[in-house]
């Protein structure tokens, strides 16, 4: 099984760029899972994709070719989660609900999971989109964090807590409040208790339980860091688009992501690319020539220096249509042609 990451800034076409590719690789008799963030409404009508579907795999038939596609939600796979592991009512603690919840911090560690479920499954490819720029390195991040989460402190705490606190009974906050004597959180929690009541302290306590009764899922997902690491495995395709500044941008998260992704597993994309119309293109007066030269001229210095940057390079042309059906549609053609050509 391989996985295919689509990461860049926003804007540039990387969930385009991402389902075109899947089709692609449907077309010539993969087995593909498409995984999507957050497709525009159009895309999303494109992949037959409604918000009921969020966090179910669905088969779609697309541009003649069948597909799975998933619609990531991290609310659906916290609620898998702990239906796995028998608790499925730690749904409902108020404190978890905000943290899997749309912007809440548990989205890209719930994201690595769920990657990591599916990855379980006979896919040949899976395809990945993932949100823009900073939220990318954050899913990026998010393995890390797990490890530290469950350093050796914590688990002595999720340790104490398993044990000691009787979860059916909710005479939570006296049992942890004793554990906290000899640290300076007891003055933290008093502090809060007074404020909040039991009720808060209790949904505290019961939120730290919960991370512990599912940390297994928690930590098998940090395998998933190996693999995106290991460029037999993932290929990496940092998308941009022509305009100088994202081009930028582009580079600033190559470095970030420095050691996710090294030069031989990452592919930039150059999406919207208007070399290929502007070249075919015979201007009749002399400002438009000047107008093409002055572009082509603007893109070829560009093309130069991503490709200085990195081995590998595709670019992708910008489509003059207003239906994203159709820069799926040749944006396909095109993945197809650039893999005969035997790039990938
Ligand atoms: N090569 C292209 N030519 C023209 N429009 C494109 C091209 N690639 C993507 N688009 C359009 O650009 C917009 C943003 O694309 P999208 O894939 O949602 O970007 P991202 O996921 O990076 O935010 C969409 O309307 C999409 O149809
Ligand atoms: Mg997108």
Same mark, same amino acid.
């Given at each position: 099984?391989?996985?295919?990451?689509?990461?860049?800034?926003?804007?540039?076409?990387?969930?385009?760029?991402?389902?075109?590719?899947?089709?692609?690789?449907?077309?010539?008799?993969?087995?593909?899972?498409?995984?999507?963030?957050?497709?525009?409404?159009?895309?999303?009508?494109?992949?037959?994709?409604?918000?009921?579907?969020?966090?179910?795999?669905?088969?779609?038939?697309?541009?003649?070719?069948?597909?799975?596609?998933?619609?990531?939600?991290?609310?659906?796979?916290?609620?898998?989660?702990?239906?796995?592991?028998?608790?499925?009512?730690?749904?409902?603690?108020?404190? $978890?609900?905000?943290?899997?919840?749309?912007?809440?911090?548990?989205?890209?560690?719930?994201?690595?999971?769920?990657?990591?479920?599916?990855?379980?499954?006979?896919?040949?490819?899976?395809?990945?989109?993932?949100?823009?720029?900073?939220?990318? $390195?954050?899913?990026?991040?998010?393995?890390?964090?797990?490890?530290?989460?469950?350093?050796?402190?914590?688990?002595?705490?999720?340790?104490?807590?398993?044990?000691?606190?009787?979860?059916?009974?909710?005479?939570?906050?006296?049992?942890?409040?004793?554990?906290?004597?000899?640290?300076?959180?007891?003055?933290?929690?008093?502090? $809060?208790?007074?404020?909040?009541?039991?009720?808060?302290?209790?949904?505290?306590?019961?939120?730290?339980?919960?991370?512990?009764?599912?940390?297994?899922?928690?930590?098998?997902?940090?395998?998933?860091?190996?693999?995106?690491?290991?460029?037999?495995?993932?290929?990496?395709?940092?998308?941009?688009?022509?305009?100088?500044?994202?081009?930028?941008?582009?580079?600033?998260?190559?470095?970030?992501?420095?050691?996710?992704?090294?030069?031989?597993?990452?592919?930039?994309?150059?999406?919207?690319?208007?070399?290929?119309?502007?070249?075919?293109?015979?201007?009749?007066?002399?400002?438009?020539?000047?107008?093409?030269?002055?572009?082509?001229?603007?893109?070829?210095?560009?093309?130069?220096?991503?490709?200085?940057?990195?081995?590998?390079?595709?670019?992708?042309?910008?489509?003059?249509?207003?239906?994203?059906?159709?820069?799926?549609?040749?944006?396909?053609?095109?993945?197809?042609?650039?893999?005969?050509?035997?790039?990938?």
């Amino acid at each position: 099984m391989k996985i295919e990451v689509f990461c860049g800034t926003g804007g540039v076409g990387k969930t385009t760029m991402a389902a075109a590719r899947a089709i692609s690789l449907a077309e010539n008799q993969k087995e593909v899972l498409l995984i999507t963030i957050d497709p525009s409404k159009r895309l999303k009508e494109i992949l037959a994709l409604t918000n009921d579907d969020a966090g179910i795999v669905k088969e779609v038939d697309l541009l003649e070719n069948k597909l799975s596609v998933l619609l990531m939600s991290p609310e659906k796979t916290f609620q898998r989660m702990a239906q796995k592991h028998g608790r499925p009512e730690i749904t409902q603690n108020r404190i $978890l609900k905000i943290l899997a919840g749309p912007y809440g911090g548990l989205n890209e560690i719930l994201s690595l999971i769920e990657l990591n479920e599916q990855m379980q499954a006979n896919y040949d490819v899976i395809i990945l989109d993932t949100p823009p720029g900073s939220h990318f $390195l954050d899913f990026l991040e998010s393995s890390h964090k797990i490890k530290v989460f469950f350093d050796k402190s914590f688990v002595e705490i999720f340790q104490y807590l398993g044990k000691s606190v009787d979860y059916q009974h909710l005479n939570l906050g006296n049992k942890v409040m004793k554990f906290f004597v000899s640290s300076g959180v007891k003055k933290l929690l008093g502090y $809060l208790k007074s404020v909040t009541g039991d009720i808060f302290i209790n949904d505290f306590i019961e939120a730290i339980q919960a991370i512990y009764i599912t940390q297994k899922s928690f930590l098998d997902a940090t395998k998933v860091e190996e693999q995106l690491k290991d460029s037999e495995m993932t290929q990496w395709f940092l998308v941009t688009s022509v305009e100088q500044s994202k081009h930028k941008q582009a580079l600033d998260i190559k470095s970030k992501a420095e050691s996710y992704i090294s030069n031989n597993s990452v592919c930039l994309v150059l999406n919207k690319s208007l070399k290929e119309n502007l070249t075919s293109w015979e201007p009749q007066n002399n400002k438009l020539k000047e107008i093409k030269e002055s572009f082509l001229k603007k893109e070829n210095s560009l093309t130069a220096a991503l490709k200085s940057q990195f081995s590998l390079f595709l670019s992708f042309p910008e489509i003059y249509s207003l239906d994203p059906i159709n820069h799926i549609e040749v944006l396909k053609e095109k993945w197809n042609t650039n893999s005969i050509k035997g790039i990938l």
